[in-house]
């Protein structure tokens, strides 16, 4: 949510609602409810009524059922960066089922946002359907703009279903047309390569940013970004419904058409990084101002102080607590934290080794958390500003998409491939992300590989250091056919930290922290003997760091059911198997 955006017209979510036929939970995926009072033609007889209609379909990425926080902060997880909901009760049949690798067809976290999902791709199928049939359409640059977003927002949404499910059924006419609402699944494949084209049309009919207002609306920076992590998913690895790992035909293909429109967003101008990584996240996702930059090139715009329909809980179901209020639901491993050099600028932003004690939106001092429960920190609510939260749980805080960081290491990353190692081009792009990094400090980057195994083992380390928490890595792991490698090696670092063996062995047992209201004050160095022998200091508290539990907070959880040929996808929910006899479930389930 931002001043004077798109979040302020929430108000049309709910009239567009009553104006079109067929937005239905999905209780049978696409099926059709009774026509409303009003019908397509009326709805689609002016931009300002279609614009209705297109909130509409943005609002079903919002809320408890879309990025508000099941797509965004239950799906994702377990990785090798972070572990979702820990603790008892475990198991759940519930979020932490989820995470954990333990969700079977039952759980009560999946129907919902399956439905909403598919919710979305109904209205989007409505707005593709009939924009283009528009009076003035062919000149009106403002209602062909309309039917590119649309067509984006189908992406997205049929991005989210591929890549937590699978195969899945597809459609691309609104249900009152298509007749058939009961269908098979199709191919993952054959949808990317649909949605491809679609954002490929879609790029010509929606504008850069500069030429518009900024207004939280899809722009053509967004629409080649989505296009290009369409493209490397294509030509990635995911689980077939045979029950094995494999990648899809002419990779290569899809790894240029990523490079291409990288290229092409890198050359425009339209984007940039931000010189500050903080401020990304602590100004432009928490603090409700533009982004100057337009590095963040597509966010979801959620309502703030609204509900569970059209606001988020990034702030209270991740990132520190206040006053004992949130969650703190996600946990950065110990493995990640120490993936960072103690110079980049990065981990304290992730990493947030505290929880607030607050009056309002108002810090006024902090306590120090232990190495293994220590929250996520690139949406706090301490980093939202006075006036905006409104009640405990919901704080108006936008769900970011694509980043221009993203961008230029999928470009560094499909050069690489393409060419069997980096072009000077490519380490351009992986060192602009990397010097941000570490603050334009270039003495500090290090080199950069010049081999093809070196480069990617890089960009690999790389996304997890800019990318970690924003619901992307274990996609990226997916999608490299290296998951189960990567938790098996958080695992054995996890273990190796809470019996203290080598490297490991160096690194503090405890941590010692001040209270400076409302900063916190460390005692020493994370990266350095406890030099304090385990007793505080004066004015210190003493907080558990590289110790035993780490096997006891973590391990007894972290990924503990993950099966490979299995865990890859969720299962397709109960419900909507026994809606649609043509629909089998995912392998291993």
């Known amino acids: 949510m931002k001043t004077s955006t798109i979040s302020k017209s929430f108000f049309a979510v709910i009239i567009s609602a009553s104006l079109l036929t067929g937005l239905s939970s999905c209780k049978k995926f696409l099926e059709v409810e009774p026509v409303s009072s009003f019908g397509t033609?009326?709805?689609?007889?002016?931009?300002?009524?279609?614009?209705?209609?297109?909130?509409?379909?943005?609002?079903?990425l919002t809320g408890d059922q879309?990025?508000?926080?099941?797509?965004?902060?239950?799906?994702?997880?377990?990785?090798?960066?972070?572990?979702?909901?820990?603790?008892?009760?475990?198991?759940?049949?519930?979020?932490?089922?989820?995470?954990?690798?333990?969700?079977?067809?039952s759980n009560a976290q999946l129907s919902r946002p399956f439905n909403q999902l598919y919710s979305g791709v109904e209205k989007s199928n409505i707005c593709i359907y009939n924009i283009p049939k528009m009076d003035g359409y062919a000149n009106s640059s403002s209602i062909r703009r309309m039917h590119g977003e649309a067509l984006t927002l189908r992406a997205i949404f049929y991005l989210e279903l591929v890549r937590n499910w699978g195969d899945v059924p597809a459609q691309f006419l609104p249900s009152s047309v298509e007749g058939d609402l009961f269908k098979s699944k199709m191919d993952r494949d054959s949808i990317y390569d649909h949605l491809l084209d679609d954002l490929a049309l879609a790029e010509t009919l929606v504008p850069w940013r500069s030429t518009v207002q900024n207004d939280e609306r899809i722009t053509q920076g967004a629409v080649r970004a989505l296009r290009a992590r369409i493209a490397l998913y294509r030509g990635g690895y995911s689980l077939r419904q045979n029950g094995q790992v494999a990648r899809g035909s002419n990779h290569m293909t899809y790894y240029q058409i990523a490079k291409d429109e990288c290229l092409a967003i890198m050359q425009s101008g339209e984007h940039q990084l931000n010189p500050s990584y903080q401020s990304v996240f602590m100004d432009y996702v928490a603090g409700k101002q533009h982004d100057p930059f337009g590095e963040i090139m597509l966010e979801v715009a959620m309502e703030g102080g609204s509900s569970a329909l059209g606001d988020s809980k990034l702030g209270y179901y991740c990132g520190p607590r206040s006053n004992n209020n949130g969650n703190a639901a996600l946990t950065i491993l110990p493995s990640y934290f120490y993936m960072f050099d103690s110079t980049d600028t990065r981990r304290d932003v992730t990493c947030a080794p505290y929880w607030n004690i607050a009056t309002g939106s108002t810090v006024t001092a902090r306590t120090g958390r232990g190495l293994d429960v220590m929250p996520d920190g690139k949406f706090r609510r301490d980093w939202v500003p006075d006036g905006v939260i409104t009640g405990p749980q919901y704080f108006g805080i936008n769900w970011p998409v694509i980043r221009y960081s993203d961008v230029l290491l999928m470009f560094a990353e499909a050069d690489n491939e393409l060419n069997n190692g980096p072009t000077a081009a490519a380490k351009s792009a992986f060192e602009q992300v990397r010097l941000r990094g570490y603050g334009g400090n270039a003495s500090l980057i290090g080199t950069t590989p010049g081999t093809y195994n070196d480069f990617f083992n890089a960009i690999v380390k790389e996304r997890a250091l800019e990318l970690g928490d924003e619901g992307i890595r274990k996609y990226d792991l997916l999608r490299w056919n290296l998951l189960g490698t990567k938790i098996a090696e958080a695992k054995a670092t996890l273990d190796a930290m809470s019996t203290r063996q080598a490297p490991y062995n160096n690194l503090p047992q405890y941590m010692y922290y001040k209270n400076d209201t409302p900063a916190l004050t460390w005692a020493s160095s994370y990266y350095k003997p406890d030099p304090f022998s385990g007793t505080a200091p004066s004015g210190y508290t003493r907080v558990n760091w590289v110790r035993s539990?780490?096997?006891?907070?973590?391990?007894?959880?972290?990924?503990?059911?993950?099966?490979?040929n299995k865990s890859e996808l969720l299962p397709i929910p109960q419900a909507s198997l026994d809606a649609n006899p043509e629909l089998v479930q995912n392998p291993g389930y």
Do not use: W
């Not at 931009?47 to 079903?60: D, S, T, V």
């Open 41 to 60: 033609d009326y709805v689609f007889s002016s931009g300002p009524n279609a614009l209705k209609a297109l909130l509409g379909a943005y609002a079903e």
């Open 66 to 105: 879309g990025y508000g926080i099941r797509v965004s902060m239950y799906y994702p997880y377990d990785n090798d960066l972070m572990m979702g909901q820990g603790g008892t009760p475990y198991p759940d049949n519930d979020r932490r089922d989820i995470a954990h690798f333990n969700v079977n067809s």
């Open 549 to 564: 539990n780490i096997g006891t907070t973590i391990l007894t959880y972290y990924a503990i059911s993950f099966t490979p």
